[in-house]
């Protein structure tokens, strides 16, 4: 897991996470205190269905770009 704390940018507020894995299909991330699993399906990423909590897609959009996925 990543130690340096990232920042995403989502309607006009700030949310902060680190990495805890990045693979071709799947990232996973800490975000206060909760795993959360995003999963590739297609050309679209989502959550992982197994996910207790839910990111928005815009938040979605956003980690990812500041992790530089696509």
């Keep these: 897991m990543s130690t340096h704390r990232l920042e995403a940018h989502y309607q006009d ?3 902060f ?11 996973r991330i800490e975000m206060y205190g909760t795993i959360y699993i995003l999963v590739k399906t297609g050309d679209q990423w989502q959550n992982h269905s197994s996910s207790r909590y839910e990111l928005a897609s815009g938040l979605i959009g956003a980690v990812l770009e500041t992790l530089k996925v696509t």
């Design 17 to 27: 996470f680190k990495t805890v894995s990045i693979n071709k299909d799947e990232v």
């Design 13 to 15: 507020k700030t949310f």
